[in-house]
């Protein structure tokens, strides 16, 4: 069995603080990720959001598209609206041939704000566990039939952060429902 690894372009750009990494660029993070051995990487900012550009870009580097990070909002919104809104993301996933489509939940967050504290990010309602759960499982559930799982990552500055919070994910999504289990930001939550 072989194995292929990707690679997210915050290693050269950020999508948090664009500034950082901002004078590099595409061409750049794909030709020295490609060079470090990599078969693929996950969609960053700097990234076209449509097939048809995107996808010879990464024929040129021999490179795959792995993923991508989706901002969603079902805390504030409903499955079926949060299903219409995925949309062209899971489509530009799907078109080119990305498995895994990684789910963050957004609503409230303060990851972007350089001047907010992470310490006063939102807090998970704990009366919503279940309801929150059930919603996430079933948009799994759709995306799976879509050909594309989710993987949760949970991130500094979200509602779900914590090791406790990741706990509380698990617990209450079905098997539909993927980790991607960000070490990064368990250590600093």
């Known amino acids: 069995m072989s194995v292929q690894l990707g690679i997210n372009p915050l290693t050269w750009t950020n999508d948090d603080l664009p500034s950082l ?10 030709s020295e990720g490609k060079e470090a051995g990599f078969a693929g990487f996950e969609l960053g900012n700097k990234f076209p959001r449509e097939a048809r550009l995107l996808g010879p870009i990464l024929q040129r580097h021999d490179l795959q598209l792995v993923s991508g990070w989706y901002s969603g909002r079902l805390l504030e919104r409903s499955v079926e609206d949060e299903i219409a809104a995925v949309q062209s993301h899971l489509t530009l996933l799907r078109e080119l041939g990305a498995k895994v489509l990684v789910f963050a939940e ?10 907010t504290p992470v310490h006063l990010r939102p807090r998970f309602p704990q009366e919503c566990w279940k309801e929150y759960g059930e919603k996430l499982t079933v948009f799994a559930r759709y995306t799976q039939q879509q050909g594309v799982q989710i993987a949760y990552h949970h991130h ?34």
């Open 156 to 189: 500094m500055g979200t509602v779900i952060e914590s090791a406790q919070d990741v706990d509380n994910l698990m617990l209450h999504t079905g098997e539909e429902v993927g980790l991607l289990l960000d070490t990064g930001h368990l250590t600093l939550a």
């Open 21 to 30: 990494g901002a004078e590099t660029s595409l061409e750049t993070c794909l």
């Open 106 to 115: 957004v609503s409230g967050c303060i990851h972007g704000e350089q001047q």
